[in-house]
């Protein structure tokens, strides 16, 4: 069972930056999709950026140019650096790991946007 633990989340001004860390259980291989999804209240979860089985790279076009993933697998952590920030960012952020074909989420961490 793969565990993620997502954290760095909270409360930043509009124009502020945050940076997600999502660390796994266990050992993660770049042929794993894995991201970042979030959800509003009232609305659907959305991929927000991530890395798919192929090693591409799928960013929501809401924060292309503002947010970057990046992953260490060493480690094994994915992050999301998420810069010029606006309120319509606010959501909760989950992790999400791809293994043949099951998907593994976190628990979320909660970022607020103010204006």
């Known amino acids: 069972q793969v565990q993620l633990v997502e954290s760095g989340g909270g409360l930043v001004q509009a124009g502020g930056s945050l940076r997600l860390s999502c660390a796994a259980s266990?050992?993660?291989?770049?042929?794993?999709?894995m991201g970042w999804y979030r959800q509003a209240p009232g609305k659907q979860r959305e991929l927000v950026a991530g890395f798919m089985g192929d090693g591409s790279i799928k960013y929501a076009d809401s924060v292309t140019g503002r947010f970057t993933i990046s992953r260490d697998n060493a480690k094994p952590t994915v992050y999301l650096q998420m810069n010029s920030l606006k309120p319509e960012d606010t959501a909760v952020y989950y992790c999400?790991?791809?293994?043949?074909?099951?998907?593994?989420w976190g628990q979320g961490t909660q970022v607020t946007v103010s204006s």
């Open positions: 999400m790991l791809q293994i043949t074909g099951y998907d593994y």
């Open positions: 266990q050992r993660i291989f770049s042929r794993y999709a």
